[in-house]
């Protein structure tokens, strides 16, 4: 069964940092796409990054230059850098992960239960 759970999230005034993380069982990571979303309330959910399994990734043009996304395959983690936060970025952040799927879409099979992300100016 796959089981992906989200955690780092919290409070930050602008131009602070958050790490992400994103554990993942039940599969083997490196086999498999993942990404992050968010939804801020009142919004629909976008993608903001997101890793192929060969490693390739691919950003919002919001985020770009400001976040990174990385994957520790030994760990089965996934992470998501943010750096200069903005009070825009403030959303419930949301891993996914797919065997098929890739890059930004929302046509992922597999979702952890969000954390939340608050920016303040």
């Known amino acids: 069964q796959v089981q992906l759970v989200e955690s780092g999230g919290g409070s930050v005034q602008a131009g602070g940092s958050l790490r992400l993380s994103c554990a993942a069982s039940?599969?083997?990571?490196?086999?498999?796409?993942m990404a992050w979303f968010r939804q801020a309330p009142g919004k629909e959910r976008e993608g903001v990054a997101a890793?192929?399994?060969?490693?390739?990734?691919t950003y919002a043009d919001s985020v770009k230059g400001r976040f990174t996304i990385s994957l520790d395959n030994a760990k089965n983690t996934l992470y998501l850098q943010m750096n200069s936060l903005k009070p825009m970025d403030t959303a419930m952040y949301y891993c996914?992960?797919?065997?098929?799927?890739?890059?930004?879409?929302?046509?992922?099979?597999?979702w952890g239960q969000g954390t939340q992300v608050t920016v303040s100016s």
């Open positions: 890793i192929d399994n060969f490693g390739t990734t």
């Open positions: 039940g599969y083997t990571s490196s086999r498999y796409s």
């Open positions: 996914a992960a797919d065997y098929w799927s890739s890059g930004l879409g929302p046509l992922y099979n597999y």
